[in-house]
């Protein structure tokens, strides 16, 4: 491990330099004549291709030294004359060789692989001493022979011994670059261009394996083999297929490797891992543009690219399991080269001025970080200098020279010379020399090398070094005029030689200009900003420009700093926030069980473009790296069930939607579940832009375990044109727990919980918007019963007994007998349910019981009654407990009376009722009207009860205030006379029920009502008017359904049982009803949506389309079997 993060870069003079994170200044090789075109580091090491396309290696210096053990065995075997000795038999192995014996080796056949390596000390045998004086077993082993097992021990018949001899070489080259040899025994390698070095962190052992690629002038891949701790230097090279010529290679700290094509493209390599570290197999990417890439840079789990424009590109979704990633995102400022750090900070360098870059706000959730910031490091001078850099002035001492012509005791300013200003060089080839020789300035071509001027004074000689003269708009720059004394007498002598002038100060100090950079290595060096870092300018935290502003006056280091980063637009980044974690996943294949999976929320924002989010799941299957994912634009819902005690989500799309298998992902305790599920949740409102009030158009609907669920429609929910298909509806959850909810769209809704309390949503309502808070945190109580049954079978021995027959279901179990619950095994719905009660035998059940709550029947398959024949074989009891939920939501408690039931007029959008009806139906079935119910009151006044003669299930109002209800013995009643000004009416008109149905629920809309019987059947009435409001006779519309919900634009919506052609899937499907329209109410079609234990739905909130023509007339002839209705009681 190195001891300092360095960060290493070479300029455009092919001068190698690096700097480290705790010191801050620029430091060059020790090595002058050192020229490199490419550099790639790690932590431990750094690698170089020179200009003449060799390769090149600095090892950083550590506490420990790097040693490779060389071993070899003596063996012997014994003899009757002379005892054991080096003579072996002729098919016995080598007297010396490895520790198999196969291959013979030597002491003098051991070399130093290079002169990097030096030994310590001599052979020495290995008797556990360390290198001390042999003990008196001197070091062998012992055994019969020499295919055999070896032993301290001699016995009598051991005829073989060995011993291990061992060696130790050190590397003696840390700190310094030297070169890599070529492989022994092989061809040497093509020249290099390009390499890059990586996989350090693919394995987790001890010692870290470091994987070197490199590119070749003719555009092959070349893979370095054997590169570890203790031997840097790698064993040897290996050629890898490549489809087409690569320019350019990255390698991330793990499995990833990208590669740049001639035409642009990238290649991404597949198949790396711990035990194939080079692949197997190239994937083409395509360009973030239609210029092509010119550098690509790979990190943990990211992809930078730089196209040949210089635009910079990030590729999202990229993970080992995802290698190739899902999609490019552009981002602000113009590079020629990236690098990527070992915790994926970027570094790069701008294509205008040549500056070292690093990406500020890089992290591990925002990915992308939040703007470029320069590196101000400076060179350092103490050490090793470079002899054509120059000096300019720094704060802390000030130091002023300049080359000047031949004066006659004046000083010069610099506007007096006529200096062009130095230009960056452009590196076109391979040659760093030739490309520096041709962009010099032609007045610049007598200078010596450093570009000094040495005086020729008789006295002493003046080293003078040139610097640059910038031009300002505001006057010369001030100088001191110092009179020399030797200058004095000796004017052959000023002819002859530059006239230097100073600003003298005590104390002096010089420091080098920093040159322009043409690459950068940041795979080791790891920046912390929980440390101060003086030579990152990240004081600014806005964003810069796409464009970053090119090199300015170089004269002055502090005005180039801010001018580079100075915005030239008002471009508002993008940001990439990354959110990881572990859950489980089920899979819905064989061997259908919950995995492990890695999950990962890749959210983009910003510069004005749509948020985009994405959902991943790694997981492995058979070894191999797989992954799934979910764009959150297409998720359509997160339903929260518990399965298997873990909790659990249901995350649907249209495509799961209509396969019935949504993506099931849990977690162990409730705070994980809680964290991932309101982000996803946010995450899905973010992109459709939802707010949290809900809108007064919104559908509503509950799950059968209580969970509330909204879905903001479009403004023309039923248009043709606009139609948004059932399995396409984004739902969202809302807190609370309840049976049932009824809106309107006024937004006025009201709920039902399992325990019949009536509860008002405060969330949509009006008023001071200060008492929102407190209308979300409202407490939310709600108890619901938990049913098992105990069954029995009769047997003429005994009587009834709990053994029953195999095909039997279990003697204690749920209501369908396929599942086994016992009083033990049985748990509350989640854990946030709590028992309140004991186990208790449930005399209510329907169907009746005798007294001790026994129901009988001849077969389990069979209905059950509440009395016992002769025919009864089977019998079965109830038993129930109660078990409370406490939550927080925009609820209000309407006490006191508990209700089953609710309705509330649908209206249109636009409707400026002063009062909005509402009518309930309490728990012992009494029909109640609530008064004073308005958009600012939703909770009303006060209950208003109408009379009956029978108590009521279910009840329902539509347009035109007519009011429809159905008794529990299943009869169906209209109420007369309902208006604004007569709320509760003034009789109950009986309506024939379909032949041989009993209804249970019904829903009024517009213009039409349906209903549904106790065989799932659904009823449309026929012959409404608005002179006739009764109707004439009923329709089978279709089976198959639960509860049904007519809006006020007669839309149809329903609680299917099942979905045709998936009978394993829970009941409770929501669909539409197609074909709609106002001459023909009845629809067409269903449309199946999300489903799997939905239990209500309410579309009476939807009506924003304009209203609706008249029904056609005249009204269709009824037969003699169409009953009309008949007064019953007022």
């Not at 690459?519 to 600014?540: H, K, M, Q």
């Not at 709320?983 to 829903?1003: D, F, M, N």
Request: charged share 20%.
């Amino acid at each position: 491990m190195m001891a300092v993060s360095l960060l290493w870069a070479v300029d455009v003079y092919g001068r190698v330099f690096s700097v480290s994170a705790a010191r801050g200044r620029w430091t060059r090789a020790a090595d002058l004549l050192l020229e490199l075109k490419r550099v790639t580091a790690s932590q431990q090491c750094c690698w170089g291709v020179g200009c003449d396309h060799l390769l090149y290696l600095n090892v950083c210096p550590t506490d420990v030294p790097i040693r490779h053990q060389e071993e070899t065995y003596e063996n012997q075997r014994w003899n009757p004359v002379d005892g054991f000795t080096d003579t072996l038999l002729p098919t016995d192995r080598w007297s010396w060789t490895d520790e198999s014996g196969l291959n013979q080796q030597p002491l003098h056949s051991f070399v130093l692989p290079s002169a990097n390596w030096e030994w310590e000390g001599d052979w020495y045998v290995d008797d556990e001493s360390c290198g001390r004086e042999s003990s008196e077993t001197g070091g062998w082993e012992y055994a019969v022979d020499f295919p055999a097992t070896f032993t301290k021990e001699k016995k009598w018949n051991s005829c073989v011994r060995r011993r291990r001899w061992l060696r130790y070489r050190r590397y003696k080259e840390l700190g310094s670059w030297t070169k890599v040899p070529v492989d022994k025994a092989r061809p040497p390698p093509e020249p290099f261009t390009d390499i890059s070095c990586g996989g350090w962190d693919m394995s987790d052992s001890p010692e870290k394996h470091i994987y070197l690629w490199a590119v070749s002038q003719q555009g092959k891949v070349w893979f370095r083999t054997g590169i570890r701790q203790q031997n840097p230097e790698g064993t040897s090279w290996e050629s890898v297929h490549v489809p087409r010529e690569v320019t350019q290679v990255s390698a991330g700290p793990k499995d990833l490797l990208w590669a740049v094509l001639w035409d642009g493209q990238l290649l991404v390599r597949t198949g790396i891992s711990r035990d194939c570290p080079k692949g197997s197999s190239w994937e083409v990417v395509e360009s973030p543009n239609q210029k092509g890439v010119a550098h690509v840079a790979v990190g943990l789990s990211v992809v930078w690219a730089t196209t040949k424009d210089n635009k910079v590109g990030f590729r999202r979704g990229v993970n080992s399991h995802n290698p190739t990633g899902s999609g490019w995102i552009s981002i602000g400022g113009e590079m020629v080269m990236l690098s990527v750090g070992p915790n994926d900070q970027v570094w790069g360098v701008g294509s205008d001025d040549r500056m070292v870059y690093f990406r500020h706000g890089v992290t591990a959730t925002e990915v992308i970080g939040r703007s470029w910031v320069t590196v101000s490091a400076q060179l350092d001078c103490s050490g090793t200098t470079n002899h054509s850099s120059v000096c300019t002035p720094t704060d802390a001492a000030v130091f002023s020279s300049e080359v000047t012509t031949p004066s006659q005791g004046s000083v010069l300013g610099c506007d007096d010379t006529d200096i062009s200003k130095p230009r960056l060089p452009k590196i076109t080839s391979d040659s760093f020399i030739s490309s520096l020789v041709s962009d010099c300035p032609a007045a610049q071509t007598n200078v010596p090398e450093g570009n000094q001027v040495m005086s020729e004074g008789p006295d002493s000689s003046i080293m003078t070094p040139t610097l640059p003269c910038s031009q300002s708009d505001g006057g010369d720059t001030p100088w001191s005029n110092v009179e020399l004394e030797e200058m004095k007498g000796s004017a052959p002598s000023i002819a002859r030689s530059s006239v230097a002038t100073y600003a003298l100060e005590l104390e002096q100090r010089t420091v080098e200009e920093v040159p322009p950079w043409s690459c950068v290595a940041g795979g080791g060096c790891e920046i912390d900003f929980s440390l101060p870092v003086r030579w990152l300018n990240t004081t600014d935290a806005r964003p810069i420009s796409p464009s970053i502003s090119p090199a300015l006056n170089t004269t002055n280091t502090q005005t180039q700093t801010e001018k580079t980063q100075h915005e030239k637009g008002s471009t508002i980044e993008k940001c990439v926030r990354v959110t990881r974690g572990c859950m489980y996943w089920w899979r819905d294949w064989f061997p259908y069980q919950w995995e492990d999976v890695s999950v990962m929320l890749e959210q983009v924002r910003g510069d004005g473009a749509q948020t985009d989010h994405i959902l991943y799941l790694y997981y492995t299957e058979n070894q191999q790296k797989k992954y799934l994912h979910a764009s959150i634009k297409e998720v359509t819902a997160l339903v929260p069930v518990f399965r298997d005690s873990l909790y659990t989500m249901a995350v649907y799309t249209p495509e799961r939607t209509r396969q019935r298998r949504p993506i099931l992902l849990a977690t162990r305790s409730l705070q994980d579940f809680s964290t991932w599920f309101s982000l996803l949740n946010k995450s899905c409102c973010e992109f459709r832009g939802l707010e949290d009030r809900i809108s007064k158009q919104a559908m509503w609907a509950v799950t059968s375990k209580g969970d509330i669920m909204v879905h903001e429609p479009s403004p023309s929910l039923e248009a043709a044109a606009q139609y948004l298909p059932c399995d396409h509806m984004f739902w969202r959850q809302v807190p609370g727990h309840l049976f049932c909810v009824e809106s309107n769209s006024l937004g006025v809704v009201w709920g039902v919980g399992h325990d019949h309390t009536a509860w008002v949503y405060t969330g949509g309502c009006k008023g001071d918007s200060t008492q929102g808070d407190e209308n979300v945190k409202q407490t939310i109580t709600d108890i619901r019963n938990v049913y098992i049954y105990e069954n029995q079978r009769w047997n003429p021995m005994t009587g009834y007994t709990d053994k029953g027959l195999p095909t039997d279901r279990y003697m204690w179990s749920d209501a369908s007998g396929l599942r086994e619950c016992t009083k033990e095994n049985t748990n509350p719905p989640s854990p946030q349910w709590t028992w309140i009660s004991d186990w208790t035998v449930d005399y209510g059940v329907p169907g009746g019981s005798d007294k001790e709550g026994w129901q009988y029947a001849a077969e389990f398959t069979l209905t059950f009654h509440g009395y016992k024949t002769m025919k009864d074989f089977v019998r079965r009891r109830r038993w129930v407990r109660k078990c409370e939920i406490n939550l927080t939501g925009p609820w209000q408690k309407v006490p006191p009376i508990r209700l089953t039931d609710i309705t509330i007029l649908p209206c249109l959008a636009q409707c400026g009722l002063e009062q909005v009806p509402l009518w309930a139906i309490s728990e012992k079935g009494d029909v109640l009207c609530r008064l004073g119910v308005t958009a600012d009151n939703p909770a009303g006044n006060s209950w208003l009860h109408v009379g009956t003669d029978q108590p009521f299930k279910s009840i329902c109002i539509g347009g035109g205030h007519q009011v429809w209800a159905i008794a529990r013995d299943g009869a169906i009643f209209y109420r007369g006379s309902v208006s604004a000004h007569n709320p509760a009416g003034e009789c109950w008109y009986h309506i024939p029920s379909p032949p041989r149905q009993t209804l249970k629920q019904v829903s009024v809309g517009r213009t039409s009502v349906c209903a549904v019987d106790e065989n799932s059947n659904l009823w449309y009435r026929q012959g409404l008017t608005p002179s006739y409001p009764q109707g004439s006779a009923w329709e089978l519309i279709s089976s198959n359904v639960c509860k049904v919900s007519v809006g006020q634009l007669d839309q149809v919506w329903i609680i299917a049982d099942k979905v045709p052609g998936f009978p394993s899937e829970s009941s409770g499907t929501v669909c539409h009803r197609l074909g709609v329209k106002p001459m023909y109410a009845k629809g067409l079609s269903w449309d199946f949506g999300i489903g799997g234990g939905w239990e209500h739905l309410s579309v009476r909130g939807n009506s924003t389309e304009a209203q609706r023509v008249t029904p056609r007339s005249p009204h269709p002839s009824r037969t003699q079997s169409q009953v009309n209705g008949n007064i019953m009681s007022c």
